[in-house]
């Protein structure tokens, strides 16, 4: 098969490892080993310090679909497959499109959620949010997108990068759309539980739709992104053997430490998810007084949930030489727009990391060097 280059991954693989402070992430501030080990005691960690080093059931471990499961109201540990979340994306998408499928995905969007679609010759449609005071997704906009035709809808709430997300009644009735033409809703739910309010959570579609295929992991909310680790549910028994049979043909089965790692997150994850959030709220109050000092250049609008925000840069600055110029001279890294296909003047934000103060002043000192300084000279 033909595959396009996946823009983002190549824009971190070149800056990720270099630039000392990324401020483009979207995973929280990665846990230590030592750190996760010391919030477990038990059973659990009897099992890591028994674990012995060999192949591991393709499906998952037992005991961690179990915990998986309870994260959910009507999912069953059978019902489960665990993957890396990219795997389970590629496997999913593979195992239940085929060429000319019509495809609607929210974008801008993680380019693996559409092009995996349209390398397989889907012919793939764009629900793009709207921006007025903030980003946020109409549904009259899908409304118009959607047939009979569309044979799947991807979504990703709270959304990466534009940190929007919908409200339960809109949910319902995106549900309502997609019950109505028969369509798969593939739910991308990598940000569940860092919404800013328990109350915005939107109940997961693995609990509100048969037809859902349903993926979340232990990357962003969870903090745990080196493991590895994720899963993807669907309560359509030949569909889950079909995921299975795809994925003998890519890892066939998991890394054996990093599931039992991944079954200590999650049984921590209040814990896990109690940090998470005050690093979110604090950095939060950083980038409102940061960008509220440099209204003249960007953009800027609280994100409604999520460690991701897409802020503009006002013209004519151009948010791609700007942010390939910040990483060059200031070793710090924001994600600029031509890695989401689009020629918006907007740029991603992560502010999920312990680092933020540093970056942001780095970034402060580029702006005063190389925008307002060359402005006064220009003036």
């Known amino acids: 098969m033909h595959i396009d280059p996946f823009k983002l991954e190549r824009y971190f693989a070149r800056y990720e490892f270099t630039a000392p402070y990324l401020l483009s992430s979207s995973d929280c501030e990665p846990l230590s080993l030592n750190e996760l080990l010391s919030m477990i005691h038990g059973e659990t960690m009897k099992m890591?310090?028994?674990l012995k080093l060999?192949?591991?059931?393709?499906?998952?471990?037992?005991?961690?679909?179990?915990?998986?499961?309870?994260?959910?109201?009507?999912?069953?540990?059978?019902q489960i497959m665990v993957s890396a979340p990219e795997e389970a994306i590629f496997i999913a998408m593979n195992t239940l499109l085929q060429e000319k499928d019509e495809v609607i995905s929210t974008f801008p969007?993680?380019?693996?959620?559409?092009?995996?679609a349209r390398s397989l010759g889907c012919q793939v449609k764009f629900w793009k949010p709207r921006y007025k005071e903030g980003w946020s997704f109409n549904?009259?906009?899908?409304?118009?997108?959607?047939?009979?035709k569309t044979r799947m809808l991807i979504i990703n709430f709270p959304h990466n990068p534009t940190g929007t997300t919908i409200t339960k009644k809109e949910q319902e009735q995106l549900l309502e759309m997609a019950k109505n033409f028969q369509t798969i809703i593939f739910s991308d739910?990598?940000?569940?539980?860092?919404?800013?309010?328990?109350?915005?959570?939107?109940?997961s579609m693995a609990d509100q739709y048969d037809d859902a295929v349903t993926l979340c992991g232990m990357s962003k909310s969870f903090a745990l992104a080196g493991l590895r680790i994720g899963w993807i549910i669907s309560k359509n028994k030949d569909r889950l053997e079909h995921f299975l049979q795809f994925k003998d043909y890519t890892t066939i089965c998991n890394s054996a430490p990093s599931e039992i790692l991944a079954l200590m997150g999650l049984k921590a994850r209040e814990k896990i998810l109690r940090r998470n959030h005050q690093i979110i709220q604090t950095n939060l109050e950083y980038l409102d007084e940061f960008f509220g000092r440099h209204e003249e250049i960007f953009d800027w609008k609280r994100p409604e949930?999520?460690?991701?925000?897409?802020?503009?840069?006002?013209?004519?600055l151009d948010a791609?030489?700007?942010c390939r110029d910040l990483v060059e001279k200031k070793g710090v890294m924001l994600l600029p727009p031509h890695v989401y296909d689009i020629e918006d003047n907007h740029f991603r934000i992560g502010f999920a990391r312990k680092n933020l103060p540093e970056a942001l002043e780095k970034l402060g000192e580029y702006l005063q060097e190389n925008i307002y300084n060359s402005?006064?000279?220009a003036g």
């Open 189 to 203: 739910e990598m940000y569940r539980y860092l919404e800013y309010d328990d109350g915005q959570r939107l109940p």
């Open 54 to 78: 060999g192949y591991t059931e393709s499906q998952g471990h037992p005991d961690l679909r179990e915990e998986i499961a309870s994260l959910y109201k009507t999912v069953r540990p059978g």
């Open 320 to 322: 791609n030489d700007f």
């Open 48 to 50: 890591w310090n028994v």
């Open 305 to 316: 949930a999520g460690p991701v925000v897409f802020p503009g840069m006002h013209k004519p």
């Open 109 to 116: 969007a993680y380019q693996s959620l559409y092009e995996v």
């Open 139 to 148: 549904l009259k906009d899908l409304e118009k997108l959607m047939s009979k």
């Open 375 to 377: 402005s006064h000279e």
